[in-house]
């Protein structure tokens, strides 16, 4: 069936350490983005992806369509990166957003 | 505004109310979505919209649920008979253009969602 796997579930970070997520799926897709909900609940959209790579600010994604996979980096993290990172894809020929399981993100001061 | 608007923000319901769930987007966005997130799970799709055609709602968990964007713009999701099981937040998206069969420019923007307690 249709997948989208991330990893790793959960990370604990000192403020200023680097990481790195990652986004499995399992056809190939005409969409990918990535968000970040924050402790209130609100999904941020930090970038739309369905190739190449992108870089904004401290947070640069790439996505490998042919590999079926996407990497989200986060460098230099600060304490208010903490929260939820989740990966969201549109297989081709569907209309349905298919969201990943999740990391949990806290960064520690 | 700007941005995708959802009202309420909370709702509580008691068990067998009918519940009505509003969603204001981006304006001019032809496409939209209803997601419902559980606590500590993602955002599950529940169903889509493009213009005021429902091209997609196999999502939507049972018959209780309805949703409806009859002129194209603000559409609101409907809950009937509201169950315990349904407690969660509903989630609105929108987004410029089409999805399904192309490439083509579809951002997703989300909206505060509508925290649905039924007790």
């Known amino acids: 069936g249709i997948q989208v796997e991330q990893s790793p579930p959960d990370l604990i970070l000192q403020e200023g350490a680097n990481s790195t997520l990652r986004c499995n799926f399992s056809?190939?897709?005409?969409?990918l983005q990535w968000f970040h909900q924050n402790p209130w609940g609100q999904l941020i959209n930090l970038f739309y992806?369905?190739?190449g790579t992108k870089q904004n600010g401290r947070l640069s994604a790439t996505t490998v369509a042919t590999e079926r996979y996407s990497l989200l980096y986060i460098s230099s993290s600060q304490t208010t990166d903490s929260g939820v990172y989740f990966c969201?894809?549109?297989?081709?020929?569907?209309?349905?957003?298919?969201f990943g399981t999740g990391t949990r993100l806290k960064v520690l001061a | 505004g700007a941005g995708v608007s959802q009202s309420p923000r909370y709702k509580v319901a008691k068990r067998g109310q009918d519940v009505a769930l509003r969603c204001d987007p981006i304006s001019g966005h032809v496409s939209l979505f209803w997601y419902q997130q559980a606590l500590g799970q993602g955002p599950e799709f529940l169903t889509y919209?493009?213009?005021?055609?429902?091209?997609?709602k196999s999502g939507l968990p049972s018959d209780r649920f309805f949703a409806e964007r009859p002129e194209g713009s603000v559409s609101t999701l409907k809950i009937q008979r509201t169950q315990q099981e349904d407690s969660a937040v509903y989630l609105c998206?929108?987004?410029?253009?089409?999805?399904?069969?192309?490439?083509?420019?579809?951002?997703?923007?989300f909206g505060p969602g509508t925290r649905l307690t039924v007790l």
């Open positions: 992806i369905p190739s």
């Open positions: 919209f493009q213009n005021e055609a429902q091209l997609d």
């Open positions: 969201a894809v549109l297989y081709s020929g569907t209309y349905k957003y298919i």
């Open positions: 056809d190939s897709v005409n969409n």
């Open positions: 998206a929108s987004s410029l253009a089409r999805t399904a069969g192309g490439r083509g420019y579809n951002e997703q923007f």
